[in-house]
């Protein structure tokens, strides 16, 4: 099964889309830092690159936790990074309302994984016409995907990626079945995995969520193995000094290891 997702080809024989960047635009000079540094990583390591990070955290745990610049000033400072290193920008959308003034800028829509059976803004991201990535939701069997593509794919638009984050497992934490990939992966469209966020713990902290990031590498090797089409991970330069989702997200000079990791294992289950 092969896709081509915003000039990328994904399928069993081309290397995985990376998706990634920090949880959300804390300020230009960070989001353009690790946008750069990533693209030369992927860069050399062959692999297609989409940067992601988010103008708006909508479903912090607190009212008081940072939710990121917004909507206008965030999406000029992806545009800025967009036309700069030339690189694809992806980012959230939260409501029906933001769907096209956010496909003027970015490249692949993201539908949040707690919003992924809103009608309306599947429907309304959807008739952008551009890719969208939908986030699985943690409180759903992967084959319940179904009913969401079927929603999706109405208004004619097929350029859909799936992306799996891990299914609540009692309070405050997360678990993987990766039975959930060949099943998503079955439905006909490219499956991504959520490295960062399938690591994350819920409210783990009281008004924000925990995470356990030094189960990246492990994770990432597994979905590698089960042949998922990319990898979505939240980077940052300084995690532990992050804004938003410290705990869970990679710093950026252990990427690379990652990658390199997933790599290896993609190129050994390409069929000769």
Known sequence: MDRTINNVVLGDNHPPLVIAGPC???????????????????????????????????????????????MEKGLTILSDIKSRLDVRVLSDIHAASEAKPASEVLDILQIPALLCRQTDLILAASGTGKPVN??????????????????????????LLLTERGTSFGY??????????????????????????????????????????E?????????????????????????????????????????KAILESVVAITTALRKP
């Open 172 to 213: 405050n934490n997360l678990v993987v079945d990766f039975r959930g990939f060949p099943i998503m992966r079955a439905f006909g469209y490219p499956v991504i995995f959520d490295v960062t966020h399938s690591l994350q713990l819920p409210g783990g902290q009281g008004t924000c969520s925990g995470g356990q990031r």
């Open 24 to 70: 959300v635009i804390e300020n230009a000079d960070i989001t353009h830092y690790t946008a750069g540094r990533l693209k030369e990583i992927c860069g050399s390591l062959g692999l297609p690159f989409v940067f992601k990070s988010s103008f708006d955290k909508a479903n912090r745990s607190s009212l008081n936790n940072f939710r990121g610049p917004g």
């Open 134 to 159: 939908i986030k699985k939701g943690q409180f759903l069997a992967p084959w319940d995907m179904k009913n969401i593509i079927e929603k999706f794919i109405s208004t004619g638009n097929r350029d």
């Open 215 to 255: 189960y990246a590498a492990p994770l990432a090797r597994a979905a590698a193995a089960a042949g998922v089409d990319g990898f979505f991970l939240e980077v940052h330069p300084e995690p532990d000094k992050a804004l938003c989702d410290g705990p869970n997200m990679v710093g950026l000079d252990e990427v």
